[in-house]
C-alpha cells in the first residue's frame, strides 16, 4: 500500500499562469503517472514521470505545456504552463507497486480552475 | 493499438434489476483489469480485480480472453450501486495504466 499526498488540494487561477503541483508518496516506487480527469469524463494519462530522466509524455500531451520533474524515488511535481479555461480539470498523481493487492494508487486530486 | 472500451455512456436499471456494465479490451498479451467506482465528488476506488476473483458489493466480473472482455455484472441493482464505472487495463509489465471512458449508471427506485 502507498500514502500519496497531493498540494494543492484545488486552486483557482488566472488565465495565463502556471500552477505547480506536488505528489509526496511515502514509500520509493518505480513507477509514477500524472493523469487529468475533465468534468464528466475519465481518467486519461498525461505522462509517465521518470526518475532521473525527462517524463514520458502520451499523444496530445507536451512537455512545453505540462513538463514534470522527478528528483526521487518518491515525489514529483507537474506544472501546468500559461493555463487556460480548457485546463480546468482535476490533476492526478498515481503509482503502481507490483507487490499488492491493489496495483495502482491514486492521490486525492488537485481541482483547478481556471478564470 | 491499445485501448479499453465501454459501449454504454449511460446505464439506466430499476432497483432490483439485473445491471451489466460493458468491457471490452485491445491488448496485444496478457493484460490484468480492473473495475474502479467512482461516486459523486469522491474519489476513484478499486471494485475489482480480475485475478482476485472476488464478489465485492455484489458485483462480479469474468475475463474472457477469447472475447477479450470483462464485463461487470450484479444480480439486483441497488440505489447505492449508481456511480460512474471504469474499466482499466494495467500492461504485463506494469507500466501502464489504461481507462476506458467509463459507464455511468443509475438505479432507479
Known amino acids: 500500500s502507498a500514502v500519496i499526498s497531493q498540494k494543492p488540494s484545488r486552486d483557482i487561477c488566472q488565465r495565463g499562469t502556471s500552477l505547480t503541483i506536488q505528489c509526496q508518496v511515502d514509500?520509493?516506487?518505480?513507477?509514477m503517472f500524472w493523469y487529468r480527469q475533465q468534468p464528466g469524463q475519465s481518467l486519461t494519462l498525461i505522462a509517465t514521470?521518470?526518475?532521473?530522466?525527462?517524463?514520458?509524455?502520451e499523444s496530445g500531451f507536451v512537455i512545453d505545456k505540462f513538463p514534470i520533474s522527478r528528483p526521487n524515488l518518491t515525489f514529483s511535481t507537474l506544472t501546468v504552463s500559461n493555463m487556460s479555461p480548457e485546463d480546468s480539470s482535476i490533476y492526478l498523481c498515481?503509482?503502481?507497486?507490483?507487490?499488492?493487492?491493489?496495483?495502482?494508487?491514486f492521490g486525492d486530486g488537485t481541482r483547478l480552475s481556471i478564470l | 493499438a491499445q485501448r479499453v472500451t465501454q459501449p454504454e455512456k449511460l446505464l439506466s436499471v430499476f432497483k432490483g434489476a439485473p445491471v451489466e456494465l460493458k468491457c471490452n479490451y485491445s491488448?496485444?498479451?496478457?493484460?490484468?483489469l480492473f473495475w474502479y467506482v467512482q461516486y459523486s465528488r469522491q474519489r476513484l476506488q478499486l471494485l475489482l480485480r480480475?485475478?482476485s476473483r472476488e464478489s465485492i458489493k455484489g458485483f462480479t466480473a469474468d475475463l474472457n480472453k477469447g472475447e477479450t472482455s470483462f464485463h461487470l455484472k450484479k444480480p439486483f441493482a441497488q440505489e447505492e450501486d449508481s456511480a460512474m464505472y471504469y474499466c482499466?487495463?494495467?500492461?504485463?509489465?506494469?507500466?501502464?495504466?489504461?481507462f476506458g471512458p467509463g459507464t455511468s449508471l443509475s438505479v432507479i427506485p
Open positions: 498515481s503509482v503502481i507497486i507490483r507487490e499488492s493487492n491493489q496495483p495502482q494508487h
Open positions: 514509500s520509493q516506487v518505480t513507477m
Open positions: 514521470a521518470n526518475q532521473g530522466s525527462e517524463a514520458t509524455y
Open positions: 491488448y496485444s498479451g496478457s493484460p490484468e
Open positions: 480480475h485475478i
Open positions: 482499466a487495463l494495467l500492461s504485463p509489465s506494469y507500466d501502464k495504466v489504461i
